[in-house]
């Protein structure tokens, strides 16, 4: 009887301590994942944000197919690229790649800070991709650096696939 009343008092979310209790239990269940995640190589970062390198202004991306999914040997990347030259904006393209050529460079872990460098060569030109993650806050950048046209950096999330 009493571990009947202990597992209802348990559930009594109207207390503080059982609030935060759950709460941290499903943030350290979250980290959990997108640890697993990112050592497996196997996410979806999805871009909310691009801008490019040189004198590009900032774009805010409304659009749900603006990501880079890595699956373990598979890399599918949809995203806006506009290449900016002599200060001139050219028109917006899209980058869309579906390759299992590809190849992981550096898998770095500080603990809540991840980096991940990956690379394809695609239609004769190679991308780099610089993941930067950092778990405590959510935020992710990915750098993509063409060795023809312009950098971009992409701002978003990640998510475990």
Sequence with gaps: MVSLAA???AQDYS???VRDAKRTERQQAMVQQLTNALKTHNFTFA????TPEFMGPQQALNQWN???SVYPGYLE????????SQNVTMIPRRIAINTTQFDFWEDMNNGSQ???VFQTDWSGVKYVFHLNYDIDNGMATLT???NQGNTVV?????QAN
Excluded: F
């Design 15 to 17: 207390k503080k301590e």
């Design 66 to 68: 603006n990501y880079v």
């Design 47 to 50: 871009a909310s944000q691009a």
């Design 7 to 9: 597992t209802a008092m």
């Design 114 to 116: 991840w980096t991940l």
């Design 144 to 146: 993509l650096v063409p």
């Design 77 to 84: 990347v949809n995203l806006p690229y506009t290449s900016v």
């Design 154 to 158: 992409y701002t978003g999330s990640i």
